[in-house]
């Protein structure tokens, strides 16, 4: 094949899966997070070590690597607010969790390491 045939296939995949992910989640700004996540789930999808050196004041840590079996913990009737370190994680839960009936998910544009608002963090001794 050539390298001009596997960049248009290339280009094709990654349009149609930006395409599936727009339908999956809608971006928001910190501000719209704030906003609303009072009324919603708010879902860190990072890994145990990540959430406890720090994470969004209320948040729930369900890690990706975990999604397929504890995403029944999240409740499809309320909004599922995602969020991970930069948007991968979160933006790949967000397909996960479309595919399996979810409607109202939200992803933090930018991801964690953007976020200014309050968070909490573990204290280690």
């Known amino acids: ?74 409740r499809p009737d309320l909004p599922v607010y995602l969020y991970c370190q930069n948007t991968g994680r979160s933006a790949r839960t967000a397909l996960f969790l479309k595919k399996r009936g979810y409607h109202q998910i939200y992803q933090l544009q930018g991801g964690f390491r953007t976020w200014t608002g309050k968070i909490k963090s573990k204290k280690t001794y």
């Open 1 to 74: 094949m050539s390298l001009g045939v596997v960049l248009v296939v290339l280009l094709a995949y990654l349009g149609l899966n930006a395409l599936r992910l727009k339908k999956a989640v809608t971006n928001l700004t910190q501000e719209q997070f704030i906003e609303g996540y009072r009324k919603a789930q708010i879902i860190d999808v990072r890994e145990q070590k990540e959430f406890d050196a720090g994470h969004i004041l209320g948040a729930r840590n369900v890690p990706s690597s975990a999604m397929r079996q504890r995403y029944k913990e999240i």
